[in-house]
């Protein structure tokens, strides 16, 4: 018979409960070359959970869209505590106006209605919003205040909700679809591609269909994005040093 101060020991050695995440991939975003430039709508993605976010929030022609999603899933706009964009294009940022209560995060900005907040992805620091739960890190390269989302699933899952950083599947093995976007520094965004390959269980690219990273999804990116030596140990920090940024 187990007695109070048995489920007392027991739950110490457990540790607390923890809350994990859902991952809901609201809208599978594209990105083609025209006659007329580029035609593009950004992945926008919700996470359920402790608190309520949305991330890249596509054009103001798709606010009805992310409406209904949200109210499919018994959600209103009041209801979300973050709206995330990965960084500050045009595309990324087109229905933020629909959140008035909501915290606003766009790259390395955070705000709540007139209130700017100091925060650690200024100074190439990650900034938990749960712990390690759910937690936006800076992955500079296509803009130099890039961040990813990273949110565990389960206690051994990490969804990368990443923007630009991937731009779709098919750029991890071929180089040219990302730098066709003339990243602000190459050289930072292979160094956190990588780096995200090795952290991530499933990433959600910028404009398209999310995907596992899986053995075989590693060993064909690895073979196709070698890292140079002199890239592979540069930071922010250090590009901010050697007056690179």
Excluded at 84 to 111: Q, Y
Excluded at 116 to 141: A, C, F, V, W
Excluded at 220 to 242: A, I, V, W
């Amino acid at each position: 018979m187990m007695t109070k101060k048995t489920v007392n020991y027991y739950c110490i050695l457990l540790g607390p409960k923890m809350s994990f995440y859902e991952v809901i991939e609201i809208h599978e975003g594209y990105s083609n070359t025209s006659d007329k430039g580029m035609v593009a709508i950004c992945t926008c993605t919700l996470i359920k959970g402790k608190y309520n976010c949305i991330v890249n929030t596509m054009i103001p022609s798709n606010g009805e869209l992310i409406l209904k999603v949200l109210k499919d899933h018994q959600l209103k706009p009041e209801d979300i505590h973050y709206v995330i964009c990965t960084n500050g294009d045009s595309g990324l940022i087109g229905n933020n106006h629909l959140f008035l209560e909501s915290t606003h995060i766009i790259g390395h900005t955070i705000s709540m209605k007139d209130i700017y907040h100091s925060n650690s992805l200024i100074y190439d620091r990650p900034y938990e919003l749960d712990g390690k739960r759910l937690q936006l890190l800076p992955t500079p390269g296509l803009t130099l205040v890039d961040i990813t989302v990273l949110v565990k699933t389960s206690r051994n899952t990490v969804v990368a909700i990443t923007g630009g950083l991937f731009e779709k599947k098919e750029d991890l093995t071929n180089n040219y679809i990302w730098l066709f976007s003339r990243p602000e520094c190459p050289s930072l965004q292979r160094y956190y591609r990588n780096y995200i390959m090795n952290t991530a269980n499933r990433i959600i690219p910028g404009h398209g269909a999310g995907f596992e990273v899986d053995d075989d999804v590693k060993a064909s990116f690895d073979n196709h994005n070698s890292t140079h030596e002199n890239e592979k140990l540069l930071s922010l920090r250090d590009l901010y040093r050697l007056g690179l940024s």
